[in-house]
């Protein structure tokens, strides 16, 4: 068998009396080892700038009004079953990232029988409800997987498949930063779906693990981001284990989905343009959908710092110097900092002002996206200003409403782990029609706060 069975598990009251049980815990191996594969894959500095971030967590909820049978006798053994053929192709991601003694550097490393935790859960609670565009977070939490991480391992990927009887199932992934990106990520999840639908169409989907592309053009870069890494509540801090934000959301946070249709993005951009004149020629989606939500978000929740920092991810597969397949594996990808005068963000023309600043930003990406790039783990462990931060992650040009493992589309998909790092998502509509979907979670007087701005700032215009 490709996969290895631990548990079933038998409750007790207590866990009866949980809005959800937990039916199987088993861990699953690649079908079959190609001859050729790597056992070992080294860290790139791209990689080793996300090592010690918190793991990305996603959750995809599905309809399926089937009955409970056929999720447990059909539907979870053809997950599983699909799961250990997709591991064949994606071999790395059954291993763990380690840091020899011998190395100067962490590694991914597999070896034959490592594999990747999977769990099945049955949940009480209410799948409209989790599946909605809005929900209260903490009702979501056990929904998510836990990724095993240590002093001297971490695992890459863990699964969990949670089945709400007769009404749906939602499939979670958590991912190791220093592993995945969210292009990674997405790909692998595609190749997954496809596999479970027996799509031999895997052209466009297959991997590529090649680190030289990156390492060869870029040496020096690695070693710089180690020594900080090692002398970071050093010396020769060779931990793996991730930060955890313990500032995270109260227990009534409400995590909300919200979209801007084309015909708002457009408005957005006619309206900049007017107002703005000369100053801006070109103008992006991204540049317009993130103005408008930071502009909402400082109004709702009004911080106090005289400036706020906003992180935006860039990925450079075909930025740098030679670009590289859009399929490469791991992480290609950087976070660019940009700081936006508070008292102008909570203004009128908060929108505007947010506007200028990122593309002011994104004009310098595009002049040299790795100009400073030997210092960027020092500056992340030791900023110079600590302001209010907003961030994003996830890109509409993922495609995540496209996952489907036979049984339709997704009805929602939710970045369940910018809950505590207060960043919000992007991703395209469910509806597939061109617009942008953007999640993000906030205590409940914030969130009304936001939605109510969010609503009105699109009927002013």
């Known amino acids: 068998m490709s996969y290895t069975f631990l548990s079933l598990f038998s409750f007790s009251m207590a866990q009866q009396e949980q809005s959800f049980k937990v039916i199987e815990v088993c861990n699953i191996e690649p079908f079959h080892e190609p001859s050729q594969s790597p056992t070992s894959l080294p860290l790139t500095f791209f990689d080793l700038l996300w090592l010690r971030f918190p793991p990305v967590q996603r959750l995809f909820f599905y309809e399926l009004t089937n009955s409970p049978s056929f999720f447990y006798e059909t539907l979870v053994p053809n997950l599983k ?58 009702k ?35 991912t190791h930063h220093a592993a995945f990106d969210g292009k990674s990520s997405t790909t692998f999840m595609k190749s997954w779906s496809y596999i479970t639908c027996s799509n031999p169409n895997l052209e466009n989907l297959t991997p590529c693990f090649d680190r030289s592309v990156i390492e060869d053009h870029y040496n020096g870069i690695s070693e710089a981001y180690v020594d900080v890494l090692m002398n970071h509540h050093g010396p020769n801090n060779k931990n793996l284990k991730v930060w955890e934000f313990t500032d995270g959301l109260k227990n009534d946070a409400v995590k909300s989905l919200f979209e801007l249709s084309p015909s708002n993005i457009q408005k957005l951009k006619n309206h900049a343009k007017s107002e703005m004149k000369m100053k801006v020629i070109n103008l992006s989606t991204f540049s317009v959908t993130c103005a408008y939500v930071i502009s909402c978000l400082a109004k709702a929740e009004e911080p106090k710092d005289e400036k706020v920092s906003f992180i935006f991810s860039v990925d450079c597969r075909t930025r740098l110097e030679h670009s590289i397949s859009s399929m490469y ?30 593309n002011e930003g994104l004009n310098k990406v595009k002049n040299g996206v ?23 992650g996830g890109s509409p040009r993922f495609e995540v409403y496209d996952i489907d493992f036979g049984f339709g589309k997704p009805k929602k998909v939710d970045m369940a782990s910018t809950d505590k790092t207060g960043a919000f998502s992007l991703s395209e509509s469910k509806n597939h029609n061109g617009g942008i979907e953007i999640g993000l979670a906030l205590n409940k007087h914030e969130m009304e706060a936001f939605s109510t701005l969010f609503v009105q700032g699109l009927e002013a215009i």
């Not at 190395?103 to 609670?125: A, C, H, L, M, Q």
């Not at 900092?337 to 009128?348: D, F, N, Q, S, V």
């Not at 790795?370 to 994003?392: C, Q, R």
């Open 140 to 174: 979501r939490h056990h929904l998510i997987p836990l990724l095993k991480t240590s002093h001297e391992k971490a695992s890459l990927v863990s699964i969990q498949v949670t089945l709400f009887p007769n009404n749906g199932f939602c499939i979670g992934i958590t």
């Open 329 to 358: 594996f791991g992480n290609c990808v950087v976070g660019h900092i940009i700081k936006l005068e508070t008292k102008k963000l909570m203004g009128r023309d908060g929108f505007l002002s947010a506007l200028e600043g990122i």
């Open 370 to 392: 790795l100009d400073g790039a030997e210092n960027w783990v020092h500056d992340m462990l030791n900023p110079e200003d600590i302001f209010k931060l907003y961030s994003t």
């Open 81 to 138: 079953n699909s799961l250990s053929l997709t591991l064949q192709l994606f071999l790395p991601l059954s291993g763990h990232i380690v840091w020899p003694i011998d190395s100067s550097k962490p590694i991914i490393n597999y070896v034959r029988g490592d594999s990747v935790s999977f769990t099945v859960v049955e949940s009480k609670e209410s799948f409209e409800d989790l599946s909605s565009n809005h929900c209260e977070a903490s």
